[in-house]
């Protein structure tokens, strides 16, 4: 089992910066694979940025340059720059646990960012 909770979404202007960390309690040292997704007013939930555990990391294109994903044991940051108001959304951390009796995916209650003009 694991929990997940989401830390640091506000309100920023347009060209400003936002860190957002997600925190993993449980059987933290199952996890395999940790993600960002958003979801705007609206429109589907979208995958922004992915980690492995060995560090290989995936943007969305239209993320691609402005946002960085890393990991540290149980936390998760994404860190934001160059904001847009397209980046307003309700952010949300995955993850995936593996374990000999199969994978299991976890989600966190979200977390909104908002980017004002």
């Known amino acids: 089992q694991v929990q997940l909770v989401e830390s640091g979404g506000g309100l920023v202007q347009a060209g400003g910066s936002l860190r957002l960390s997600c925190a993993a309690t449980?059987?933290?040292?199952?996890?395999?694979?940790m993600a960002w997704y958003r979801q705007a007013p609206g429109k589907q939930r979208e995958l922004v940025a992915a980690?492995?555990?060995?560090?290989s990391t995936n943007y969305a294109d239209t993320v691609k340059g402005r946002f960085a994903i890393s990991r540290n044991n149980a936390k998760m940051y994404l860190q934001m720059n160059s904001l847009r108001p397209e980046d307003t959304a309700v952010y949300y951390c995955?993850?995936?646990?593996?374990?000999?009796?199969?994978?299991?995916?976890?989600w966190g209650q979200g977390t909104q960012v908002t980017v004002s003009l």
């Open positions: 995955n993850a995936i646990r593996t374990t000999a009796l199969g994978s299991y995916n976890y």
């Open positions: 980690i492995t555990s060995d560090g």
């Open positions: 449980g059987s933290i040292f199952s996890i395999n694979t």
